[in-house]
């Protein structure tokens, strides 16, 4: 009975995962059909039977170099404890990669199982680093809002949203930061006080001492201004790459744009994503960067169509094989890594 009853708790598991990668494809099929009604498409096919090939390949390389420094970023954040290179290059390349096809957002847990299973570093210690190196994939939007007066640009109202979301998230990060620094004990009881209503004795025994290690990590990274500084100048340089990527996509499709377009445009189309995608951001790439491109920059729109409806497979292919050649190289597989990535509850509090 325990083993044929195995297959049915997979099966059920997997379920709810399989209805909502459904359900995101069928809304990036809608995304993807409202794109091509706000494009001329004989004009998009006509740019990309003149696609430059070379500059295609190449645009690949800052693609897949700034996802590295964010690596190299989350590998500062995680000492003292010694990553090397290719092991948090790997590790982060895997959940980009899961991130991106699933809806889950899964990945930035399988970065602390990923460390746990393969340098032994406890889930409780590196969970906290996770945290903070999104936090600094929010900050360019604290540039955005300090350039956007020299910059000439109006934004809509749902640009201005999104920006202020991104800033709120920011300033609340910060502002419980404080809190918890200023008042650590307290802080800490807030925190499990809750705890004790929902979960036995046992399982909160295993859980308070997870969260005060949480706590303590992102207390003890706060107070290290030189490592923190650091991870900013990892996060400006992988901005740049962003841009370079995006300025040889755009010229790829013969589009000359310059450099603040650029610059604005893709950390602005960044930012869109910290909200859920459809799998493998399906529609969403395509709509997004043309209501970005040419409805806010004034980018020509059969070039901003032709250059993301290239694009977009193109670095779907460089995710798709990374993430893989990644997996393979740790020893793992991607059916298993799923499956750790969407059950939390199994592993995270150790």
């Avoid at 995006?246 to 893709?266: E, I």
């Avoid at 806010?296 to 670095?315: K, N, R, Y």
């Amino acid at each position: 009975m325990e083993v044929a009853s195995a297959p049915r708790v997979t099966a059920a598991r997997a379920f709810p995962v399989v209805l909502r990668v459904a359900g995101g494809l069928c809304v990036g099929a809608v995304l993807l059909v409202a794109f091509l009604q706000l494009v001329n498409v004989s004009a998009v096919l006509a740019r990309l039977e003149h696609l430059n090939v070379a500059l295609a390949l190449l645009c690949g390389v800052p693609f897949l170099g700034a996802y590295v420094v964010r690596a190299m970023r989350w590998r500062v954040l995680l000492r003292p404890y010694e990553v090397s290179i290719a092991r948090a290059a790997a590790i982060y390349q895997v959940a980009t990669f899961i991130n991106w096809l699933l809806p889950i957002r899964g990945g930035e847990l399988a970065k602390p199982l990923l460390l746990r299973r393969t340098n032994g570093i406890p889930v409780s210690r590196s969970l906290a680093t996770v945290s903070m190196d999104k936090a600094m994939d929010l900050l360019p939007a604290v540039a955005l809002v300090a350039l956007l007066p020299f910059a000439g640009l109006h934004l809509g109202h749902l640009l201005w949203l999104l920006l202020l979301l991104a800033l709120l998230a920011v300033a609340l990060a910060w502002v419980a930061l404080a809190l918890v620094a200023w008042r650590r004990e307290r802080a800490l009881s807030v925190l499990t006080r809750p705890l004790a209503k929902v979960l036995p004795e046992a399982a909160r025994e295993r859980v308070e001492p997870f969260i005060t290690q949480f706590v303590d990590t992102l207390l003890a990274l706060i107070r290290k201004p030189r490592v923190m500084f650091v991870a900013a100048a990892y996060t400006a340089a992988a901005v740049a790459l962003d841009a370079l990527f995006c300025l040889l996509a755009f010229r790829a499709v013969g589009v000359s744009v310059t450099l603040p377009v650029v610059l604005f445009g893709y950390t602005f189309f960044n930012l869109a994503f910290i909200l859920p995608t459809p799998p493998g951001q399906v529609g969403s790439n395509e709509l997004v960067g043309l209501l970005l491109f040419s409805g806010v920059l004034g980018v020509e729109s059969s070039g901003v169509g032709a250059m993301f409806l290239f694009s977009h497979p193109w670095t779907a292919v460089l995710m798709t094989l990374s993430g893989l050649f990644c997996l393979s190289a740790m020893g793992l597989t991607l059916r298993r890594t799923l499956r750790e990535a969407a059950a939390p509850a199994e592993g995270a509090a150790v």
